[in-house]
């Protein structure tokens, strides 16, 4: 079992519409969660991060983590086609290290 | 802002040759990443290095070597280049132990190994 599963989609979805994305874990040491997001032929950039489990709100996006299911989740209200890109999930336990997700493409349609 | 910036965006090699990639941070950053992405398998780390001279190999580091002779900088080699080495190369950078999480990344290497 890979330490961090996210289904690699593609997911289409109509401007204004709620996005959901969510990855599983294995590991239990993992305490920060984090969520990057990566446009085409580019980095990938760092959206959000939860320490440990709960809630967390920026503008739009709401990240949600629960540490009894090993699950996360990332939700993007009132999408916009400037949301579209790929998102992937990281974790980290303690070991100098991130656990990435293979990644979750996201496209918005105007 | 941190910038982290790769040498080249595209690169074409021949089987066999020797290729340094190279990666500079401006943020004075503890610690420094090379991954490599490819479709269906995600983000992969190569090595990793928490302070100048030190490194520790990440998951995938038979082929790959580097080396980090200032705190800026950070280069990836591949001694032999094979074709099964044909990916896209991300360098990234953290503050420190505790920002592990945090990571910047720099805008990627297209390597093709021919």
């Known amino acids: 079992q890979k330490e961090v599963e996210q289904d690699p989609g593609p997911l289409s979805v109509p401007e204004g519409a709620i996005v959901s994305l969510n990855c599983t874990y294995s590991n239990s040491a993992f305490q920060y969660f984090m969520w990057y997001r990566q446009y085409s032929r580019k980095g990938p950039e760092l959206l959000m991060y939860?320490?440990?489990?709960g809630n967390k709100e920026d503008g739009r996006f709401t990240a949600q983590v629960d540490k009894s299911s090993k699950y996360i989740s990332l939700f993007i209200r009132d999408s916009q086609p400037s949301d579209s890109a790929t998102y992937l999930c990281?974790?980290?336990?303690?070991?100098?290290?991130?656990?990435f997700g293979k990644g979750n493409q996201v496209v918005v349609i105007p | 802002d941190v910038k982290v910036t790769q040498s080249s965006r595209y690169l074409v090699k021949r089987t066999g040759e020797k290729v340094f990639l190279e990666c500079v941070q401006d943020?004075?950053?503890?610690?420094m990443f090379w991954y490599r992405q490819d479709p269906g398998l995600g983000l992969r780390l190569i090595y990793f290095s928490y302070d100048v001279k030190m490194k520790e190999k990440g998951d995938i580091p038979e082929g790959y070597s580097v080396s980090r002779e200032k705190k800026e900088r950070f280069s990836l080699i591949l001694e032999s280049a094979s074709t099964n080495q044909t990916s896209m190369y991300l360098c990234?950078?953290?503050?420190?132990?505790?920002?592990?999480?945090?990571?910047?990344f720099g805008p990627g290497t297209r390597l093709t190994v021919t």
């Open positions: 943020m004075d950053h503890e610690n």
């Open positions: 990281a974790m980290e336990g303690g070991n100098n290290r991130l656990a």
């Open positions: 939860t320490y440990s489990s």
């Open positions: 990234a950078s953290s503050p420190g132990q505790r920002n592990i999480y945090e990571q910047y």
